[in-house]
Antibody, heavy 123, light 108 residues
Framework: QVQLVQSGAEVKRPGASVEVSCQTS????????IHWVRKAPGQGLEWMGV????????NYAQNFQGRLTLTRDMSTRTLYMKLSSLRSDDTAIYFC????????????????WGQGTLVTVSS | EVVLTQSPGTLSSSPGETVTLSCRAS???????VAWYQHRPGQAPRLLIY???DRPSGIPDRFSGSGSGTDFTLTISGLEPEDFAVYYC?????????FGQGTKLDIK
């Protein structure tokens, strides 16, 4: 079955960077876009950005422009989310989620999701 | 950017009852571009509804979605104990793919 398995929890100092991985299985890696979403304490779900594993093209939310980098490793079917210049309000659970396809990019509901990775930013 | 406003923010109900959650968009969006998710603490969000009214396989038929234009609803009929969670609507018509702020469904 389709699975997205994320890396473990991280604790970082303000100003540092964090990289979270999302390893996929159970489907053709290059067919589906992968999105990143975060959930901060007391806040709702926030869409961060999307990567097309086929060509590596990305689209980032305005709030994360300049701090967010999404990449992929086709040999290991793994996606990476790197967030730099961390602040305390970046403390959140970060999720990867499978979205639409290259042929049907508008069918962009998110299913399934990874289990989430807690990133804590604290001095 | 499409802003989604969910109401109510919190809804208290009891097992067996039927509830309706609302999601209003700041501009008209295609019903083909609206999804609903359930999020329980410590778990990944789960897709409940896509294209405003379609259920993925494995989602119980007590969950139903409807709506068009700017107004969309999620109805849960015959609440089960595991349904008490936070529910989010989402539009995926255009980037940024925004979510509503969520409706927390708790036990009365």
């Amino acid at each position: 079955q389709v699975q997205l398995v994320q890396s473990g929890a991280e604790v970082k100092r303000p100003g540092a960077s964090v990289e979270v991985s999302c390893q996929t299985s159970g489907y053709t890696f290059t067919t589906y876009f992968i999105h990143w979403v975060r959930k901060a304490p007391g806040q709702g779900l926030e869409w961060m950005g999307v990567i097309n594993p086929s060509g590596g093209g990305t689209n980032y939310a305005q709030n994360f422009q300049g701090r967010l980098t999404l990449t992929r490793d086709m040999s290991t079917r793994t996606l990476y989310m790197k967030l730099s210049s961390l602040r305390s309000d970046d403390t959140a659970i970060y999720f990867c989620a499978r979205g639409g396809t290259n042929s049907s990019p508008g069918l962009n509901w998110f299913d399934p999701w990874g289990q989430g990775t807690l990133v804590t930013v604290s001095s | 950017e499409v802003v989604l406003t969910q109401s109510p923010g919190t809804l208290s109900s009891s097992p067996g009852e039927t509830v309706t959650l609302s999601c209003r968009a700041s501009q008209s969006i295609s019903s083909a571009s609206v999804a609903w998710y359930q999020h329980r603490p410590g778990q990944a969000p789960r897709l409940l509804i896509y294209r405003a009214s379609d259920r993925p396989s494995g989602i119980p038929d007590r969950f139903s979605g409807s709506g068009s234009g700017t107004d969309f609803t999620l109805t849960i009929s015959g609440l089960e104990p595991e349904d008490f969670a936070v529910y989010y609507c989402q539009q995926y018509r255009s980037s940024p793919y925004t979510f509503g702020q969520g409706t927390k469904l708790d036990i009365k």
